[in-house]
């Protein structure tokens, strides 16, 4: 069974920094990629970042040019820094992984329980 455990959030002044870190236990065949999204209250979920080993992140709109993450996939850790912080980023951040499971046939999708991020202004 693949978990995903989430640490960091919480109260972030705005203006300030928010780190996050999420690390899967279980057994993974293959990483495809790891990453944040983020969920604010009314409205949908939204990409934060995601990364594939080897490849360039991908950002959301709304974090680009003030974020950046990392993947260590021997450790199977995703670390994720935005700065510049905005009341707008308020939301509950949430861990995802896309990973090839038993037989490497089939990819499955593994979510976080979420960590609440307020930005205060």
């Known amino acids: 069974q693949v978990q995903l455990v989430e640490s960091g959030g919480g109260l972030v002044q705005a203006g300030g920094s928010l780190r996050l870190s999420c690390a899967a236990s279980?057994?993974?065949?293959?990483?495809?990629?790891m990453g944040w999204y983020r969920q604010a209250p009314g409205k949908q979920r939204e990409l934060v970042a995601i990364i594939t080993p080897g490849h360039s992140p991908v950002y959301g709109d709304s974090v680009k040019g003030r974020s950046d993450i990392s993947i260590d996939e021997a450790r199977k850790t995703v670390d994720f820094q935005m700065d510049s912080l905005k009341p707008g980023d308020t939301a509950v951040y949430y861990c995802?992984?896309?990973?090839?499971?038993?037989?490497?046939?089939?990819?499955?999708?593994?979510w976080g329980q979420g960590t609440q991020v307020t930005a205060s202004s």
């Open positions: 995802h992984l896309m990973a090839l499971g038993r037989g490497g046939l089939q990819n499955f999708h593994y």
């Open positions: 279980g057994y993974i065949f293959e990483i495809n990629h």
